[in-house]
């Protein structure tokens, strides 16, 4: 935020007091970075092909870059998306997925595999330093509440493409500095 808002992109951040900033997604998953140590915040909507192009990383990048935040200090919810059960891909493009790690991709040999956004995004943010107890603490919140839950395997409490078709609502990852 902040400087010329390019054409296209999937993710924000800020280090902006006050100023809420927010990533939808129906079955992609919104991710939500904050850094207390810095004081700056990010979010990114992830679907499969924000996934495999990185927007994880991207926002990662942008905190260090842009804020001087730590790796050890950015800390990441991952909303809710669909899950492995539900989501299917063209073999070639869950053959990316399998090359990240094969455990991401069921049913590699049929025409449709089930991917795994999920373990997908997991793996991409250990790859890129932010380490797996970083995270993990931060996705069971104080609430309680499971977001591991598939999108489209449960209509009572999410919006979901792969479920609805064109009708479709979206959920929302939101974040903000408040000091």
Known sequence: MGKKEPD?????????????????????????????????????????????LGSCY??????????GCRLEDILVVMGPSVGPCCFTLPRDSAKAFYNIDPQCVRQ???????????????????????????????IRSEQNQNLDLCTSCNPDMFFSHVRDGINF???????LIRE
């Open 108 to 138: 590699i040999d049929s025409p449709n595999p089930y991917v795994d956004l999920r373990r997908a995004t997991r793996i991409l943010l250990e790859r890129g330093g932010i380490l797996h107890s970083e995270y993990s603490k931060v």
């Open 169 to 175: 609502g979206s959920q929302m990852g939101f974040v």
């Open 8 to 52: 296209y992109y999937d993710g924000l951040t800020t280090n902006q007091r006050g100023v809420t900033i927010a990533a939808l997604g129906a079955d992609c998953m919104p991710l939500v970075f904050a850094d207390p140590v810095k004081k700056a915040c990010g979010v990114a909507h992830s679907g499969w092909r924000g996934t495999l």
């Open 58 to 67: 991207a926002t990662v990048n942008a905190l260090v870059a842009e804020y």
